[in-house]
């Protein structure tokens, strides 16, 4: 066995500080189809961590199905029935879905958020730095994502805290300060049969439910309208199980990992310095630069897919039903793809990160807002700041799923 062989990415204590660059940097050079224990009842799985290998995986789903479940939780089939979305679906079915969704989240749609987006930014952040020292994530990087998505679902302005908290108590399913039942304790099989098996979800649901009664025949145009006035290109309408699924992915996908990716760049800049300096000087580029702080946070680890027959990749033979873990943070810093990887370069010109994906059915649909968020959010931002420092200790999510801050301490002198 190669000196790799006991290092797991299903030990969370690798990402208690964030995330653990330096093991992904070893696994590409020494193990790059790298088998990971885990604890029964799990199985273990492959990481893969080299851009190529996990462009090929992500282009190729009949191979490696996304419909065996995308988290590192192994489902049954009564589990799979109950808590498929979008993301857990593939072919005709997952392209269906998509259309339903897609016409409000590219370029020319989300390009008509610009103007609400300038006043939102300004109001958050003039909010935030009237207090000259404040938590970043609370007052800024949680505040502006969520009304976003407020706005999105045109559901009232004070549900953005309790969105939030659902957020917050699903996606840390591993975090013992945001988990109602954390995912491997044995009290979380009362919840088996819904997302994260968390109570949380329970409560989504109710949400979306009341929503979708209120909006049912009606000519709305926002997502939880499309939902349930729209019959899918397949002309399979979608179950009551569908459109809770569905809703809850919305509600997740559309706030954790842009706040994220907002708190990882402040950080990112405040640590270079140089980085923050030039776009002051040069804002025009701004735009570009937000493919590098797309880059080098790396808001989502992975997104599990499952071997469908026998299989080799990159010489190792992965058998049918094996768990394969494209890791996307690892393929960030590919240094043969980019140069010095972990240097944050806001002009690095190519930037062909795979933060969205890269490729394949399962590229991130909300990639054209997520960019129009971070540009506006940050030309605002930098524009207004002399330095910006971190004024504490930056706090971590718990988790190998989604590379989070839950806060982070800082202090702005303004110019």
């Given at each position: 066995?190669?000196?790799?062989?006991?290092?797991?990415?299903?030990?969370?204590?690798?990402?208690?500080?964030?995330?653990?660059?330096?093991?992904?940097?070893?696994?590409?050079?020494?193990?790059?189809?790298?088998?990971?224990?885990?604890?029964?009842?799990?199985?273990?799985?492959?990481?893969?961590?080299?851009?190529?290998?996990?462009?090929?995986?992500?282009?190729?789903?009949?191979?490696?199905?996304?419909?065996?479940?995308?988290?590192?939780?192994?489902?049954?089939?009564?589990?799979?029935?109950?808590?498929?979305?979008?993301?857990?679906?593939?072919?005709?079915?997952?392209?269906?879905?998509?259309?339903?969704?897609?016409?409000?989240?590219?370029?020319?749609?989300?390009?008509?958020?610009?103007?609400?987006?300038?006043?939102?930014?300004?109001?958050?952040?003039?909010?935030?730095?009237?207090?000259g020292s404040f938590d970043f994530v609370e007052e800024v990087a949680s505040d502006?994502?969520?009304?976003?998505?407020?706005?999105?679902?045109?559901?009232?302005?004070?549900?953005?805290?309790?969105?939030?908290?659902?957020?917050?108590?699903?996606?840390?399913?591993?975090?013992?300060?945001?988990?109602?039942?954390?995912?491997?304790?044995?009290?979380?099989?009362?919840?088996?049969?819904?997302?994260?098996?968390?109570?949380?979800?329970?409560?989504?649901?109710?949400?979306?439910?009341?929503?979708?009664?209120?909006?049912?025949?009606?000519?709305?145009?926002?997502?939880?309208?499309?939902?349930?006035?729209?019959?899918?290109?397949?002309?399979?309408?979608?179950?009551?199980?569908?459109?809770?699924?569905?809703?809850?992915?919305?509600?997740?996908?559309?706030?954790?990992?842009?706040?994220?990716?907002?708190?990882?760049?402040?950080?990112?800049?405040?640590?270079?310095?140089?980085?923050?300096?030039?776009?002051?000087?040069?804002?025009?580029?701004?735009?570009?630069?937000?493919?590098?702080?797309?880059?080098?946070?790396?808001?989502?680890?992975?997104?599990?897919?499952?071997?469908?027959?026998?299989?080799?990749?990159?010489?190792?033979?992965?058998?049918?039903?094996?768990?394969?873990?494209?890791?996307?943070?690892?393929?960030?810093?590919?240094?043969?793809?980019?140069?010095?990887?972990?240097?944050?370069?806001?002009?690095?010109?190519?930037?062909?990160?795979?933060?969205?994906?890269?490729?394949?059915?399962?590229?991130?649909?909300?990639?054209?807002?997520?960019?129009?968020?971070?540009?506006?959010?940050?030309?605002?931002?930098?524009?207004?700041?002399?330095?910006?420092?971190?004024?504490?200790?930056?706090?971590?999510?718990?988790?190998?799923?989604?590379?989070?801050?839950?806060?982070?301490?800082?202090?702005?002198?303004?110019?």
């Amino acid at each position: 066995m190669n000196s790799m062989s006991s290092v797991s990415l299903a030990d969370l204590d690798l990402f208690e500080g964030g995330a653990p660059w330096k093991v992904f940097e070893d696994l590409r050079k020494n193990s790059p189809i790298h088998w990971n224990e885990e604890e029964a009842p799990n199985s273990g799985f492959y990481s893969v961590t080299r851009y190529h290998d996990i462009v090929k995986v992500l282009r190729d789903p009949e191979t490696f199905t996304s419909e065996r479940f995308t988290n590192l939780e192994e489902v049954d089939a009564e589990q799979e029935e109950a808590r498929r979305s979008l993301l857990e679906t593939d072919g005709s079915r997952h392209r269906a879905l998509r259309r339903l969704l897609q016409g409000e989240f590219t370029p020319q749609a989300v390009a008509r958020y610009a103007t609400f987006l300038r006043g939102l930014t300004a109001t958050t952040l003039d909010n935030a730095f009237a207090k000259g020292s404040f938590d970043f994530v609370e007052e800024v990087a949680s505040d502006f994502p969520i009304n976003v998505l407020v706005r999105l679902l045109d559901v009232p302005q004070e549900d953005a805290g309790q969105l939030i908290d659902w957020g917050n108590r699903m996606i840390g399913f591993d975090d013992p300060e945001h988990a109602d039942v954390l995912i491997n304790d044995p009290e979380s099989e009362k919840y088996r049969l819904v997302p994260f098996k968390s109570p949380a979800a329970l409560e989504v649901f109710e949400y979306g439910d009341a929503l979708a009664r209120e909006r049912k025949g009606k000519d709305g145009t926002d997502l939880i309208s499309r939902l349930v006035n729209t019959m899918p290109s397949d002309g399979v309408p979608l179950t009551d199980r569908d459109f809770h699924t569905n809703f809850l992915l919305l509600v997740v996908a559309g706030n954790e990992t842009t706040r994220h990716t907002i708190s990882h760049t402040m950080n990112n800049l405040i640590q270079n310095p140089d980085q923050l300096r030039f776009l002051q000087e040069n804002p025009d580029k701004i735009e570009w630069a937000v493919e590098e702080f797309l880059r080098f946070a790396s808001p989502v680890y992975h997104f599990r897919r499952t071997a469908t027959k026998d299989v080799e990749l990159n010489g190792v033979q992965i058998k049918t039903g094996q768990k394969v873990v494209p890791w996307f943070a690892s393929g960030n810093r590919d240094e043969t793809i980019f140069e010095n990887p972990n240097r944050m370069d806001v002009t690095r010109n190519p930037n062909e990160h795979m933060t969205f994906g890269r490729g394949g059915p399962h590229m991130c649909l909300g990639n054209a807002l997520a960019r129009i968020e971070l540009k506006i959010m940050f030309e605002d931002l930098i524009q207004r700041v002399d330095s910006v420092e971190v004024d504490g200790e930056i706090d971590y999510l718990r988790s190998n799923f989604v590379h989070g801050i839950k806060r982070m301490p800082v202090k702005v002198n303004l110019r």
